[in-house]
């Protein structure tokens, strides 16, 4: 979770490639434990790669 927000903030502050370096081991993380969480993320990770 703390990587999500981290990478959350990096994409606000335009930090694209930063936020993608913490937003794919989250989704990694949270995929290994099927939590509901990863669609989320999935989706943050997918947004900041079009904007990047």
């Known amino acids: 979770m703390?990587?999500?927000?981290?990478?959350?903030?990096?994409?606000?502050?335009?930090?694209?490639?930063?936020?993608?370096?913490?937003?794919?081991?989250a989704l990694e993380i949270l995929q290994r434990l099927q939590s509901p969480d990863a669609e989320s993320v999935s989706a943050s990770l997918d947004r900041v790669i079009r904007n990047s």
């Open 2 to 25: 703390t990587l999500w927000w981290l990478g959350n903030l990096a994409e606000q502050q335009g930090e694209y490639t930063k936020a993608i370096s913490y937003l794919q081991p």
